[in-house]
Protein backbone atom coordinates (compact mmCIF):
# COMPACT_ATOMS: atom_id res chain seq x y z
CA UNK A 1 0.00 0.00 0.00
CA UNK A 2 2.77 2.34 0.82
CA UNK A 3 4.86 1.45 -2.35
CA UNK A 4 1.88 2.60 -4.46
CA UNK A 5 1.57 5.66 -2.69
CA UNK A 6 5.39 6.58 -3.12
CA UNK A 7 4.68 5.84 -6.97
CA UNK A 8 1.23 7.78 -7.17
CA UNK A 9 3.25 10.34 -4.80
CA UNK A 10 5.68 10.50 -7.76
CA UNK A 11 3.38 11.39 -10.51
CA UNK A 12 1.77 13.81 -8.68
CA UNK A 13 5.10 15.53 -8.66
CA UNK A 14 5.48 15.08 -12.77
CA UNK A 15 2.24 16.17 -13.06
CA UNK A 16 2.18 18.91 -10.85
CA UNK A 17 6.08 20.34 -11.22
CA UNK A 18 8.10 18.49 -13.63
CA UNK A 19 9.88 14.93 -14.23
CA UNK A 20 13.10 16.99 -14.49
CA UNK A 21 13.09 18.47 -11.04
CA UNK A 22 15.82 16.76 -9.31
CA UNK A 23 13.47 15.62 -5.93
CA UNK A 24 11.64 13.64 -8.60
CA UNK A 25 14.54 12.39 -10.50
CA UNK A 26 16.26 11.25 -6.85
CA UNK A 27 12.94 10.10 -5.20
CA UNK A 28 13.03 7.62 -8.60
CA UNK A 29 16.88 6.13 -7.91
CA UNK A 30 15.55 6.06 -3.50
CA UNK A 31 16.97 8.73 -2.52
CA UNK A 32 15.10 11.57 -0.97
CA UNK A 33 15.85 15.55 -1.08
CA UNK A 34 15.01 17.45 1.96
CA UNK A 35 15.41 21.68 2.41
CA UNK A 36 13.61 23.97 3.14
CA UNK A 37 12.65 25.63 -0.05
CA UNK A 38 10.58 22.06 -0.24
CA UNK A 39 7.35 22.63 -0.22
CA UNK A 40 6.43 20.98 3.52
CA UNK A 41 3.86 18.28 2.34
CA UNK A 42 6.63 17.12 -0.09
CA UNK A 43 9.11 17.32 3.05
CA UNK A 44 6.97 15.05 5.11
CA UNK A 45 6.10 12.76 2.19
CA UNK A 46 9.80 12.42 2.10
CA UNK A 47 10.85 11.30 5.21
CA UNK A 48 7.43 9.26 5.55
CA UNK A 49 9.37 7.32 2.71
CA UNK A 50 12.55 6.81 4.03
CA UNK A 51 11.67 5.80 7.69
CA UNK A 52 9.08 2.91 5.50
CA UNK A 53 12.41 1.94 4.20
CA UNK A 54 11.46 2.90 0.49
CA UNK A 55 14.06 5.15 0.78
CA UNK A 56 17.68 4.32 1.19
CA UNK A 57 18.70 7.68 1.24
CA UNK A 58 18.28 11.25 2.27
CA UNK A 59 20.14 13.97 1.07
CA UNK A 60 19.57 17.29 3.41
CA UNK A 61 20.79 20.40 4.36
CA UNK A 62 20.29 21.25 8.79
CA UNK A 63 16.95 21.38 8.42
CA UNK A 64 16.38 17.36 8.81
CA UNK A 65 17.96 18.47 12.64
CA UNK A 66 14.56 20.83 13.06
CA UNK A 67 11.92 18.89 14.99
CA UNK A 68 11.88 15.54 12.82
CA UNK A 69 12.44 12.19 14.09
CA UNK A 70 14.28 9.72 11.08
CA UNK A 71 15.88 6.22 11.12
CA UNK A 72 19.41 6.78 10.14
CA UNK A 73 21.71 4.22 11.12
CA UNK A 74 24.38 5.94 9.07
CA UNK A 75 24.92 9.96 9.12
CA UNK A 76 27.55 11.14 6.52
CA UNK A 77 28.23 15.06 7.68
CA UNK A 78 29.52 16.87 4.49
CA UNK A 79 30.00 20.23 5.90
CA UNK A 80 30.52 22.18 9.50
CA UNK A 81 28.86 24.69 8.52
CA UNK A 82 24.88 25.81 8.82
CA UNK A 83 24.42 28.55 5.98
CA UNK A 84 27.26 30.81 5.82
CA UNK A 85 28.05 29.73 9.96
CA UNK A 86 30.06 27.44 11.62
CA UNK A 87 28.12 25.00 13.46
CA UNK A 88 27.94 25.60 17.22
CA UNK A 89 28.20 22.47 19.84
CA UNK A 90 24.86 22.50 20.28
CA UNK A 91 24.05 21.83 16.43
CA UNK A 92 26.62 19.65 16.02
CA UNK A 93 25.22 17.07 18.76
CA UNK A 94 21.89 17.58 17.30
CA UNK A 95 23.33 16.50 13.78
CA UNK A 96 25.37 13.43 15.09
CA UNK A 97 22.07 12.40 17.33
CA UNK A 98 20.29 11.75 14.03
CA UNK A 99 22.58 8.24 13.30
CA UNK A 100 20.69 5.74 15.25
CA UNK A 101 17.20 5.20 16.75
CA UNK A 102 16.06 3.86 19.69
CA UNK A 103 13.82 0.65 18.89
CA UNK A 104 15.43 0.37 15.06
CA UNK A 105 18.97 0.22 15.31
CA UNK A 106 21.60 -0.57 18.02
CA UNK A 107 23.84 1.50 16.98
CA UNK A 108 24.43 4.69 14.83
CA UNK A 109 27.29 5.80 13.19
CA UNK A 110 28.69 9.45 11.79
CA UNK A 111 30.96 9.98 9.56
CA UNK A 112 32.68 13.21 9.07
CA UNK A 113 34.12 14.19 5.43
CA UNK A 114 37.05 17.00 4.98
CA UNK A 115 35.70 19.06 7.80
CA UNK A 116 36.01 20.35 11.13
CA UNK A 117 33.06 18.41 12.41
CA UNK A 118 34.81 16.32 14.84
CA UNK A 119 36.61 18.67 16.29
CA UNK A 120 33.43 20.90 16.99
CA UNK A 121 31.77 17.95 18.06
CA UNK A 122 34.49 17.47 21.14
CA UNK A 123 35.14 20.87 21.54
CA UNK A 124 34.19 22.62 24.85
CA UNK A 125 30.42 23.81 25.52
CA UNK A 126 30.14 27.70 24.66
CA UNK A 127 28.28 29.70 27.49
CA UNK A 128 24.87 30.77 26.81
CA UNK A 129 23.97 34.09 26.51
CA UNK A 130 20.88 35.75 25.97
CA UNK A 131 20.85 39.48 25.17
CA UNK A 132 17.75 40.49 27.50
CA UNK A 133 20.14 39.61 30.53
CA UNK A 134 23.07 40.84 29.96
CA UNK A 135 23.85 44.46 30.09
CA UNK A 136 27.35 44.56 28.93
CA UNK A 137 26.04 43.24 25.68
CA UNK A 138 25.11 45.44 22.73
CA UNK A 139 21.16 45.85 21.68
CA UNK A 140 19.03 46.29 18.83
CA UNK A 141 15.97 48.49 19.47
CA UNK A 142 13.83 45.64 19.86
CA UNK A 143 15.65 44.25 22.87
CA UNK A 144 15.69 47.34 24.31
CA UNK A 145 12.52 47.72 24.52
CA UNK A 146 11.58 43.97 26.04
CA UNK A 147 14.62 43.75 28.10
CA UNK A 148 13.98 44.27 32.24
CA UNK A 149 15.37 48.03 33.36
CA UNK A 150 18.19 46.45 35.26
CA UNK A 151 19.97 44.95 32.14
CA UNK A 152 19.95 48.05 30.40
CA UNK A 153 22.63 50.79 30.31
CA UNK A 154 22.14 54.38 31.09
CA UNK A 155 22.24 55.08 27.03
CA UNK A 156 19.83 52.36 26.59
CA UNK A 157 17.33 53.34 29.25
CA UNK A 158 17.63 56.86 27.62
CA UNK A 159 16.47 55.64 24.27
CA UNK A 160 13.96 53.12 25.44
CA UNK A 161 11.90 56.25 27.23
CA UNK A 162 12.51 58.21 24.33
CA UNK A 163 10.46 55.92 22.25
CA UNK A 164 7.80 55.49 25.26
CA UNK A 165 7.10 58.90 25.53
CA UNK A 166 6.90 58.99 21.40
CA UNK A 167 4.75 56.88 21.37
CA UNK A 168 2.82 57.95 23.89
CA UNK A 169 2.19 61.09 22.76
CA UNK A 170 0.86 59.88 19.42
CA UNK A 171 -1.52 57.72 21.32
CA UNK A 172 0.09 54.26 20.98
CA UNK A 173 -0.62 52.34 23.84
CA UNK A 174 0.58 49.15 25.19
CA UNK A 175 -1.74 47.20 23.56
CA UNK A 176 -0.17 48.52 20.35
CA UNK A 177 3.70 48.75 21.55
CA UNK A 178 3.33 45.24 22.53
CA UNK A 179 1.90 43.52 19.77
CA UNK A 180 4.35 42.73 16.75
CA UNK A 181 7.26 42.71 18.84
CA UNK A 182 9.81 41.98 15.82
CA UNK A 183 8.97 45.33 14.11
CA UNK A 184 10.81 48.25 15.50
CA UNK A 185 8.90 50.64 17.69
CA UNK A 186 10.20 53.88 15.93
CA UNK A 187 9.13 52.11 12.63
CA UNK A 188 5.69 51.64 14.10
CA UNK A 189 5.73 55.48 15.06
CA UNK A 190 7.08 55.91 11.77
CA UNK A 191 4.33 54.60 10.14
CA UNK A 192 1.35 55.58 12.38
CA UNK A 193 2.80 59.34 11.71
CA UNK A 194 2.21 58.70 8.38
CA UNK A 195 -1.51 56.89 8.71
CA UNK A 196 -2.28 60.37 10.21
CA UNK A 197 -1.31 62.62 7.84
CA UNK A 198 -3.19 60.78 4.88
CA UNK A 199 -6.69 61.87 3.31
CA UNK A 200 -9.49 60.56 4.12
CA UNK A 201 -9.69 58.94 -0.17
CA UNK A 202 -6.27 57.77 0.78
CA UNK A 203 -7.27 56.11 3.69
CA UNK A 204 -10.18 54.86 1.87
CA UNK A 205 -7.66 52.72 -0.57
CA UNK A 206 -5.58 51.21 2.07
CA UNK A 207 -9.11 49.95 3.95
CA UNK A 208 -9.89 48.64 0.60
CA UNK A 209 -7.50 46.33 -0.59
CA UNK A 210 -9.45 43.43 -1.73
CA UNK A 211 -12.54 43.28 -3.88
CA UNK A 212 -16.08 41.92 -2.86
CA UNK A 213 -14.89 38.30 -4.26
CA UNK A 214 -11.34 38.16 -2.72
CA UNK A 215 -9.76 39.50 -5.30
CA UNK A 216 -6.76 42.10 -4.66
CA UNK A 217 -6.99 45.71 -6.38
CA UNK A 218 -4.00 46.56 -7.61
CA UNK A 219 -4.10 50.33 -7.37
CA UNK A 220 -4.83 49.92 -3.84
CA UNK A 221 -2.41 47.33 -3.00
CA UNK A 222 0.24 49.31 -4.47
CA UNK A 223 -0.95 52.75 -2.74
CA UNK A 224 -0.29 50.59 0.86
CA UNK A 225 2.81 49.37 -0.61
CA UNK A 226 4.34 52.27 -0.95
CA UNK A 227 3.16 53.12 2.91
CA UNK A 228 4.55 50.19 4.17
CA UNK A 229 8.05 50.43 1.89
CA UNK A 230 9.28 53.21 4.14
CA UNK A 231 9.72 50.11 7.47
CA UNK A 232 10.63 47.28 5.14
CA UNK A 233 14.12 45.83 6.09
CA UNK A 234 14.47 42.80 3.71
CA UNK A 235 16.57 43.91 0.49
CA UNK A 236 14.48 41.31 -1.81
CA UNK A 237 11.24 43.00 -0.81
CA UNK A 238 11.72 46.60 -1.19
CA UNK A 239 13.38 46.00 -4.66
CA UNK A 240 10.04 44.12 -5.44
CA UNK A 241 7.74 46.90 -3.82
CA UNK A 242 10.44 49.85 -5.90
CA UNK A 243 10.12 48.06 -9.25
CA UNK A 244 7.67 48.37 -11.76
CA UNK A 245 6.34 45.09 -13.38
CA UNK A 246 7.59 44.94 -17.06
CA UNK A 247 4.12 43.56 -18.13
CA UNK A 248 1.58 45.92 -16.07
CA UNK A 249 4.41 48.97 -15.61
CA UNK A 250 1.78 50.89 -13.74
CA UNK A 251 1.84 48.32 -10.59
CA UNK A 252 5.11 47.18 -8.32
CA UNK A 253 6.49 43.60 -9.56
CA UNK A 254 5.27 42.39 -5.48
CA UNK A 255 1.67 43.79 -6.41
CA UNK A 256 1.46 41.28 -9.51
CA UNK A 257 2.94 38.23 -7.36
CA UNK A 258 0.66 38.63 -5.01
CA UNK A 259 -2.60 38.86 -6.82
CA UNK A 260 -0.45 36.03 -8.99
CA UNK A 261 0.01 33.91 -5.56
CA UNK A 262 -3.65 34.95 -4.81
CA UNK A 263 -5.62 33.46 -7.72
CA UNK A 264 -3.41 30.68 -8.19
CA UNK A 265 -1.57 29.61 -5.28
CA UNK A 266 2.62 28.25 -5.31
CA UNK A 267 1.83 26.27 -8.49
CA UNK A 268 0.51 29.19 -10.03
CA UNK A 269 3.61 31.37 -9.94
CA UNK A 270 5.77 28.07 -10.31
CA UNK A 271 4.50 27.67 -13.75
CA UNK A 272 4.82 31.53 -14.19
CA UNK A 273 8.73 31.46 -13.02
CA UNK A 274 9.00 28.04 -15.23
CA UNK A 275 8.50 30.25 -18.57
CA UNK A 276 12.03 31.85 -17.95
CA UNK A 277 13.82 29.41 -15.70
CA UNK A 278 14.73 26.10 -15.22
CA UNK A 279 12.83 23.94 -13.06
CA UNK A 280 14.89 23.38 -10.30
CA UNK A 281 15.93 27.36 -10.12
CA UNK A 282 12.23 28.00 -10.22
CA UNK A 283 10.58 25.74 -7.40
CA UNK A 284 13.50 26.88 -5.50
CA UNK A 285 12.91 30.96 -5.99
CA UNK A 286 8.98 30.17 -5.99
CA UNK A 287 9.57 28.70 -2.14
CA UNK A 288 11.75 31.26 -1.34
CA UNK A 289 8.97 33.95 -2.37
CA UNK A 290 6.20 32.34 -0.95
CA UNK A 291 7.53 30.59 2.08
CA UNK A 292 9.71 33.09 3.67
CA UNK A 293 9.39 36.91 1.87
CA UNK A 294 5.31 36.61 1.56
CA UNK A 295 4.63 34.41 4.65
CA UNK A 296 7.29 35.88 7.11
CA UNK A 297 8.60 39.26 5.82
CA UNK A 298 5.03 40.61 3.87
CA UNK A 299 2.47 39.13 6.28
CA UNK A 300 4.35 40.92 9.44
CA UNK A 301 4.13 44.43 7.21
CA UNK A 302 0.72 44.16 6.50
CA UNK A 303 -0.30 43.04 10.00
CA UNK A 304 1.34 46.10 11.41
CA UNK A 305 -0.26 48.21 9.16
CA UNK A 306 -3.81 46.74 9.43
CA UNK A 307 -3.72 46.88 13.30
CA UNK A 308 -2.53 50.82 13.31
CA UNK A 309 -5.45 51.61 10.84
CA UNK A 310 -7.58 49.86 13.03
CA UNK A 311 -6.06 51.54 16.15
CA UNK A 312 -6.70 55.02 14.07
CA UNK A 313 -10.38 54.62 13.19
CA UNK A 314 -11.05 53.06 16.36
CA UNK A 315 -9.78 56.47 18.23
CA UNK A 316 -11.81 58.38 16.01
CA UNK A 317 -15.03 56.72 15.97
CA UNK A 318 -14.60 55.69 19.89
CA UNK A 319 -14.93 52.11 19.04
CA UNK A 320 -13.24 48.84 20.48
CA UNK A 321 -10.47 47.63 18.23
CA UNK A 322 -11.42 44.11 17.83
CA UNK A 323 -14.90 45.13 16.66
CA UNK A 324 -13.19 47.26 13.41
CA UNK A 325 -12.47 44.82 10.73
Not at 19 to 38: M, T
Request: proline content about 1%.
Amino acid sequence: ELRSRFYTFIEHLKNSFSENWIVCRSLLKGIGIHHSYIPKYIQKEIILFFNSGILDTIISTTTITEGINTTAKNMIVMSNKKGEKILKKFDAQNIAGRAGRFMCHYKGFVFSIDNDFDKILNSESEELCNIEYDRESKKSEVDILTASEKYLNPNQKLNKNQLLEKANSLGLDMSIIEKFKTVKLSDKIKLYESILKLSEFENTKLLNVLSYNNRLMWENFDFLLSKIYIIVENEDLKKMIYLKSKSEKKYSVLTIKVSSYLNDGFLGVLKFEMKRKNVDVAVKDTSKLTFNLFKYHLVKYLGIMDLLLRFNISKKDNKNIDDIQ
